[in-house]
């Protein structure tokens, strides 16, 4: 049975990865090692516990010696990793927990992984999952392809560039088999309410302040969770050993009109009428370092393994708003207690 690690798998992306491959492959046994920080939550998975290929491990990344010995126990054939600390605001005011978590926890699981297998890296892989904001920046044209050099503007993205370079690093000094992905923006069920979409659906749920960063004319190329998911399951079977590859949604949308769209969305499915939700809009002092466009070039991943986004942005977004709707208490749970002194610090 081969043994198949996922860090982060209580995290937004990751409980979507977990369920797909729990699901997916029975023959296989999926552990999932997290830490379950404010982004990870048991809630996420309580449909696939029980399942007899699925074990879930509480642990730190950061932890060298735990995470050696877990290896050495469980022998993973390969890793899929996600566990990140990965929201850009948080990284401007906790720098060095992105450090910790991002380039260190990679560094230690790359070693324990290395250490393991050094002497007979057949049919093993370590993949990566990282994102489109190692790139910086796009002006108001172009796409970040595969090729684009790398040159990160938060400390988010700066993290998670440092961490992509040491995987590259390990393939080249080590022969360590690895692969990576660089996703666009996500968004779908079970997203924790600092990102922009879930945060608006949760404030327009209670009638609060949506606050736009500066004039809101950024661009951000969207694709839903479920579909990076199918992605990552295609890369890890399919993907070449030692090559990257960009995923992205081929939807590129300016926040003021992602946010107006669903503002419309909300008012229909809330019964209000039209134009409460939009009202509710308010601009608000930009994030520092702000990149201005993401946009992906996906066709290598399209053309060379097949995968292409299964869900038009609209539908989506309505799948996405109808699972918070139904899942008041899941939203409820995490943004009682610590959330609310983030939200404080963060918006008032
Ligand atoms: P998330 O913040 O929702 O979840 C992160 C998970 O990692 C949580 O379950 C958390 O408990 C766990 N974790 C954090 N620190 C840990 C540590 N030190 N040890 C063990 N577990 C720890 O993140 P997400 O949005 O699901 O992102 C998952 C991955 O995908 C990240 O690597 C992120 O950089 C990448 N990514 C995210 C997006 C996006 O739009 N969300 C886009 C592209 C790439
Ligand atoms: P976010 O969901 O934080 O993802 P990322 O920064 O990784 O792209 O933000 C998406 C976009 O929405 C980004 O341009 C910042 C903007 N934004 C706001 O305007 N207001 C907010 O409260 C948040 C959280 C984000």
């Known amino acids: 049975m081969l043994k198949l690690l996922i860090t982060g798998g209580c995290g937004f992306i990751g409980s979507h990865v977990v369920r797909l491959f729990v699901e997916k492959y029975p023959d296989y046994h999926i552990y999932n090692l997290d830490a379950l920080t404010y982004a990870g939550n048991l809630e996420n998975l309580v449909d696939v516990e029980s399942n007899s290929n699925y074990t879930f491990i509480k642990g730190d990344i950061i932890d060298e010696a735990f995470v050696n010995k877990l290896f050495e126990d469980y022998k993973f054939d390969n890793v899929i990793h996600l566990a990140a600390e990965s929201h850009v605001d948080r990284s401007i005011e906790d720098p060095l927990a992105f450090v910790k978590t991002n380039v260190i926890g990679t560094m230690v699981l790359l070693n324990a ?58 393939g080249e000094t080590y022969g360590l088999p690895y692969i990576i992905t ?57 993907g070449v050993n030692g090559e990257t590859y960009n995923i992205g949604g081929f939807n590129e949308w300016k926040n003021i009109d992602l946010v107006k769209l669903l503002c419309a969305q909300m008012d229909i499915e809330l019964g209000r009428p039209e134009g409460t939700s939009e009202n509710l809009i308010t601009f608000v002092k930009d994030r520092p370092g702000h990149d201005l466009r993401y946009a992906i070039d996906a066709s290598k991943i399209k053309n060379e393994l097949g995968w292409e986004p299964s869900l038009i942005f609209e539908e989506g977004l309505k799948k996405t708003i109808h699972w918070y709707l139904n899942n008041e208490e899941w939203l409820n749970n995490v943004t009682s207690g610590e959330y609310q002194n983030y939200y404080q610090k963060q918006y008032n």
């Open 113 to 170: 992984f290395k250490n393991l297998w050094k002497n007979n890296f057949n049919n093993k892989r370590f993949y990566h999952i990282s994102t489109d904001e190692v790139y910086g920046t796009l002006g108001e044209t172009g796409l970040f392809t595969e090729s684009t050099s790398y040159d990160p503007n938060s400390p988010y993205s700066a993290s998670k560039a440092s961490s992509d370079h040491f995987v590259r690093a390990y």
């Open 182 to 238: 660089n996703c666009s923006n996500n968004y779908g069920p079970n997203q924790f309410p600092e990102k922009l979409i879930p945060l608006f659906i949760n404030n327009i749920i209670n009638n609060k302040p949506l606050p736009v960063y500066g004039d809101g004319n950024y661009t951000r190329d969207w694709l839903y969770v479920v579909d990076h998911a199918r992605a990552i399951d295609v890369a890890f079977h399919d």
